[in-house]
């Protein structure tokens, strides 16, 4: 069974800090690995999308890399502003099986101004 | 604007008392499932499905019913709730199986006392 581990569940910044955040997956037949945003009382934005043949994605200041082999992704956030402050989850979607994804239990991330 | 909506966003409802939560998507995405999401546990798959008139379980369906008759609307039922279904709940979408990004509604936070 698929387990999704995000750690640390909180980390707090300066602003203006580079910084990453870790997941890692303890079956590494996966399809795809998605990271979403999630803000207090609001649903989840989908941040980056990798997919299993990929070893990256960058949007803007954001970048996701996957190490499927070791199980293992990061999200990096350059130049971190108070607006980054939510809590971000990654997910993985398996390589067989029906449209699900597991979901890690987040990282709740706090830019401090 | 592509969206999927969730109606109520908030709802306290008793022990027992029929209820539908609402989910439809405006970008003609094949497959929406349902997660709920708990403290500590993350967001878990309740239901799927892949497209009209067909669904199936997901990890945790035990007191949910949901129907797909329309491509756009799956709503989730719960035919007698407990108060162990209070729970943030979410519906998402996606153009199809794998490969593609999921979209998430905002939420309903649900209450059974």
């Known amino acids: 069974k698929q387990e999704v581990t995000q750690i640390p569940a909180a980390l707090s910044v300066p602003e203006g800090e580079n910084l990453v955040l870790n997941c890692s997956f303890t079956?590494?037949?996966?399809?795809?690995l998605q990271w979403f945003r999630q803000d207090p009382g609001k649903g989840l934005t989908s941040l980056l999308l990798?997919?299993?043949?990929?070893r990256e994605q960058t949007s803007g200041r954001l970048n996701a890399s996957l190490d499927k082999s070791s199980g293992r992704s990061t999200l990096y956030i350059a130049a971190s502003q108070p607006g980054d402050s939510a809590t971000y989850l990654c997910a993985v979607d398996q390589d067989f099986g029906n449209e699900k994804l597991t979901f890690g239990t987040g990282t709740r991330l706090t830019i401090i101004p | 604007e592509a969206q999927v909506t969730q109606n109520p966003r908030y709802l306290i409802t008793v022990t027992g008392k029929k209820l539908t939560v609402t989910c439809s998507q405006n970008?003609?995405?094949?497959?929406m499932s349902w997660y709920r999401q708990d403290p500590g546990l993350g967001l878990r798959q309740i239901y799927y499905?892949?497209?009209?008139?067909?669904?199936d379980k997901g990890d945790v369906p035990e007191g949910y019913k949901v129907s797909r008759k329309e491509k756009r609307n799956f709503p989730l039922i719960l035919e007698s709730p407990s108060p162990n279904q209070t729970s943030l709940y979410f519906c998402?979408?996606?153009?199809?199986?794998?490969?593609?990004?999921?979209?998430f509604g905002p939420g309903t936070r649900l209450t059974v006392t």
């Open positions: 499905s892949m497209n009209v008139e067909v669904t």
């Open positions: 998402a979408s996606s153009l199809g199986p794998k490969r593609y990004e999921q979209y």
């Open positions: 079956d590494s037949a996966i399809y795809n």
């Open positions: 990798i997919q299993s043949s990929q």
């Open positions: 970008m003609n995405h094949e497959y």
